[in-house]
């Protein structure tokens, strides 16, 4: 018989993530004080912003329970923080976790989803320092918060961007958009789990390493990840920087998976490239001259970074041009959850 | 026309709450990012420790949306996460702030949330500086993430208590849980909303400001707020402190109000004072030659303080003893989520 969590109720379930948190996760000198007091306690290091950000998954609405494992979950709940923290030029530290659950649930699956967590944090030396349990309705929710550091001076926001920079983005964006309509188009279909851009939505990657090497060089002007949508991001960029933005549509990279089977499900694949969110990839901006000294770090981080477009004045606006110079315009920008 | 979320989205809500919190809410000026990037950022001040809790509230769980204001609703989420970090000893200073809302709420109701979370915050010039918003499946959910700051070597674990050592406590413990027996009792009584323990069940004050100077002063060995009940939160001191407790029943302290209506709907109400959660006073024990000092600061702070009982040896378990020093049984320790 698998052990429920009402078997065990909240304090037995504190203890067995306790257990489970200290034997596979790793623990900062700087934490005082970790799981089991009122608050977890650090010292700060010298020298050293603190980033935080909070960021939830609610089943049914950010994933789909019956497509993704446990594990695959608690990843994916991390990455998106992860991602948050990458995109300012800082490393993750600590994480608190809150959960609601139901009360049948497993606990093995619980114990799952804190593996998930932890697979993501170790390479960071991050740790988490806390959390709540909580018994939700009818759907599960993690919320996590996740504090970073970054070098003081280190820190790139969205607002510098400036008319004559650069615009770049690493990797394809749209392919996590792209696993989710192949969800949701076939979901009695078993074989879309190993499914390349499925995969990418269950478990996007980020790239917080990228994002802090690209803060060190100090040539980033402003930077963002791509959870709401290529061109979403971009207007927050435009929106708090005060400039428009002119992408070249044909330098938008599209993977080998998204230009195999994207016509599967759309007409209009360059649509959900530029507006399907929940991928994490970084767009940011940078002097025009340092272009090509940033495209080297590619290399260095085996990943894909595109020079697909430049900052202009803000009466300009945003545009996406075809490779005729012609406007394209999207059928929806981004994803708004009460639209 | 009552304006609703689904009407502005998730990003003109942002903005409005980004607003209130840009009018209302104060800036510190150790924040060099709040609302609006991808993550906030702060330069932690030097010599003192960070502390982080979080603390969820579900609709119908933790709360009776018919019977509590929205402001209210606010002002409890946040005092729940004041008095942790007051009961390490320390000052709030950043609050991030997740919200599960339904599409149809009025984007008023959210607002009054916040004012309530602003309200909380502003007597300690902390302030709101991130969060998220997301669609919820039916109820609602507040999750808040609190972080605070205490002198290096000035926090209160749980983990000091020593046997010989008092056990005090604030106010009267259990009025919250007697305050929601009321609502339960008699759920459709309108004028309960003006009921003394009513209000104490929807806005417990918090003891942070107490808290706080119990620290300073270093005198205190152990310290928890009683959140889950004063038994189940002297079981977690002593847990940690690898120690056993003896309280006299007879000091334990109720109030007027507990004493004149807790026999409406229940005839053992000092299991409700002993077994109640939800109400935010401390719990802490300090050597006994202190005890008199700490007494003595319930007047600066217009608090009760009682002395209840005192640490023993682990071997000796929690007694609770009646005035013939008979042990008195209680039906139900402290409340646990999924039990």
């Avoid at 981080?301 to 005729?324: R, S």
């Amino acid at each position: 018989m698998l052990e429920k969590v009402s078997d065990i109720g909240e304090f037995g379930l504190i203890r067995r993530i306790n257990d489970l948190v200290n034997r596979d996760g790793l623990r900062s000198e700087r934490l005082s004080l970790g799981i089991g007091d009122d608050t977890a306690s650090f010292l700060p290091r010298p020298g050293y912003e603190l980033l935080v950000t909070c960021d939830s998954m609610v089943e049914g609405r950010h994933y789909l329970p019956q497509h993704i494992s446990f594990m695959d979950l608690g990843r994916r709940a991390m990455t998106i923080n992860i991602s948050d923290i990458g995109a300012m030029g800082g490393t993750p530290l600590y994480a608190l976790i809150s959960l609601g659950l139901r009360a049948e649930m497993f606990v093995r699956d619980v114990e799952e989803i804190y593996r998930g967590f932890i697979a993501e944090l170790n390479p960071f030396g991050a740790s988490i320092i806390g959390g709540n349990l909580t018994r939700s309705g009818n759907g599960m929710f993690i919320d996590i918060t996740l504090l970073g550091e970054v070098e003081q001076g280190k820190l790139v926001r969205r607002s510098g961007a400036k008319p004559g920079d650069a615009i770049l983005v690493t990797g394809y964006p749209g392919q996590a958009a792209a696993g989710l309509r192949l969800l949701l188009h076939t979901p009695n279909d078993a074989s879309l789990a190993r499914h390349p851009l499925v995969t990418i939505y269950n478990i996007p990657p980020h790239r917080a390493h990228l994002g802090k090497a690209i803060a060190q060089t100090g040539f980033a002007t402003a930077m963002i990840d791509t959870s709401d949508g290529f061109l979403g991001d971009l207007g927050h960029i435009c929106e708090q920087s005060k400039v428009g933005a002119k992408i070249w549509l044909d330098k938008l990279p599209t993977s080998e998976a998204f230009q195999k089977h994207s016509h599967e499900f759309t007409d209009r694949p360059m649509d959900l490239a530029l507006g399907g969110g929940e991928d994490y990839e970084l767009l940011f901006t940078v002097d025009r001259g340092n272009v090509d000294l940033l495209n080297r770090m590619k290399n260095r981080f085996k990943t894909k970074v595109t020079h697909i477009g430049e900052v202009v004045e803000p009466n300009e606006g945003i545009a996406v041009l075809d490779n005729c110079g012609k406007r394209y315009v999207v059928g929806k920008k981004g994803f708004d959850h009460f639209l």
